[in-house]
């Protein structure tokens, strides 16, 4: 297991469920339905390597642009790996988040959310966030929506008020499965000077090794942010 370099928040695109089902002839909703049970797992391993912050790209506000029976049986998925892992998670004093568009996903899932927090909210161990209905333009959006409501100074907004309003902190590392080598409105405004580390195979064959190997990549690469 590598030993870590300041990797305090890490963000992992989980990219590549369905071309992973297809290729395999299977029907796309085999390949999320196996996708989100890799979560447990990756949490996991993240917890043990002590990494403070783990953010997890599961469905982006472009997601509601699929197909309706798909968005269901995804919503459905998701509320059940929630149900269903909130009391392990709990017992390792993992703090649940969900970051992103919450009133946009139905009720049912809303609830088990509200359940996942309530429920972990005094956790001192990692959080885990959930970003659900999430989109990094949509985060930039809502903090400037905040900053307006909340009547702030023009000469008294910079940088770290707009931090202060988004839903989550800078990123240290950002994973992307999938093949693909971008970051898709992921972090946008968290990932501005992350180190990025693209692997070329699907999310659902993620494996404890490839989490290494990003690491030990993390740990070789000087960090200048700009300096």
């Not at 979560?39 to 391993?45: E, G, Q, R, S």
């Not at 333009?137 to 907004?157: C, G, T």
């Not at 499965?177 to 501005?192: C, H, P």
Request: with cysteine.
């Amino acid at each position: 297991m590598p030993s870590k370099k300041n990797l305090n928040h890490l963000g992992i695109i989980l990219d590549g469920n369905r071309r992973w089902a297809r290729e395999k002839g299977m029907p796309k909703f085999v390949g999320h339905k196996i996708g989100l049970e890799k979560i447990k797992d990756v949490a996991n391993w993240c917890n043990e390597r002590k990494i403070k912050i783990l953010t997890l790209f599961v469905f982006s506000t472009e997601n509601w642009n699929r197909e309706k029976q798909e968005i269901n049986y995804l919503m459905r998925l998701i509320q059940k790996a929630i149900a269903d892992n909130l009391e392990e998670l709990h017992k390792k004093g993992i703090r649940i988040r969900v970051i992103g568009q919450k009133d946009r996903l139905p009720k049912f899932v809303q609830e088990s959310i509200k359940k996942a927090e309530d429920l972990t909210e005094k956790n001192l161990g990692m959080v885990l966030n959930f970003a659900l209905s999430y989109g990094g333009r949509a985060e930039i959006v809502s903090a400037i929506k905040n900053i307006v409501e909340k009547k702030i100074p023009l000469d008294k907004i910079n940088e770290e008020t707009i931090k202060e309003n988004l839903w989550t902190s800078d990123v240290d590392l950002v994973i992307r499965t999938g093949k693909e080598m971008r970051i898709s409105n992921f972090l946008i405004w968290q990932a501005a000077y992350s180190e990025l580390y693209f692997l070329p195979k699907y999310w659902p064959d993620f494996s404890e090794k490839d989490l290494d190997n990003a690491i030990s990549e993390y740990n070789l690469r000087q960090r200048r942010f700009g300096k």
